[in-house]
């Protein structure tokens, strides 16, 4: 979990404000091999996108009251009702993608385990944690493009999403581990 002295913080996803847990020995079991810079700005997006989604939803009942109080006429009304509508759709559509998005993903020292941070729908990180032989490697799901790539599991039918274009490697070799030696930068 991440700490930050300010009393309302984002929670970034950077290695060196981040705590990893320890051993008892002092040694961090848990090393960051890949990084997504701009998850800061789309777990910004999701907090936002929830005030959007009460304005918008305490709008509705105030149309319909000036309606019935012949204040605006009912195409005024319905049409926006309607655009209220797409862009709940739009927002509910970016914060399922954002859900997906891995903003760290950590190796444990004795290379067994992967820790994967992400965003939940309403903003905050959550970390996954599983084996390493749970991950199906990117050539095998032929997952190898460079813009999105899904990192699928064979325990489970959902996946996430990184971008190695836009996110950073930070271990290659702890990253060859996870997902295979084919992948390219």
């Not at 399922?96 to 990180?125: A, N």
């Not at 490697?137 to 996430?160: A, F, H, M, Q, V």
Request: hydrophobic residues 40%; charged residues 25%; positive net charge.
């Amino acid at each position: 979990m991440c700490t930050s002295s300010r009393p309302f913080s984002l929670q970034t996803f950077t290695p060196r404000q981040c705590k990893y847990s320890e051993t008892s020995t002092g040694e961090k079991e848990f090393s960051p091999f890949y990084h997504f810079p701009y998850i800061v700005p789309m777990r910004i997006f999701s907090r936002l996108k929830l005030g959007q989604t009460v304005l918008t939803v305490s709008l509705v009942p105030a149309l319909y009251l000036a309606e019935y109080c012949e204040v605006i006429q009912h195409v005024d009304k319905s049409l926006t009702v309607m655009l209220a509508t797409l862009a709940l759709s739009m927002l509910y559509a970016l914060g399922e993608f954002f859900r997906r998005l891995i903003g760290m993903m950590y190796l444990s020292r004795d290379e067994t385990r992967v820790k994967v941070s992400h965003l939940t729908f309403w903003g905050q990180r959550k970390d996954l944690t599983f084996p390493v032989s749970d991950v199906i490697p990117l050539r095998d799901c032929g997952e190898d493009k460079d813009t999105i790539n899904k990192l699928r599991r064979y325990s489970t039918n959902r996946y996430l999403l990184f971008s190695a274009r836009f996110g950073r490697i930070l271990n290659r070799e702890k990253f060859e581990i996870v997902f295979g030696s084919i992948y390219r930068e």
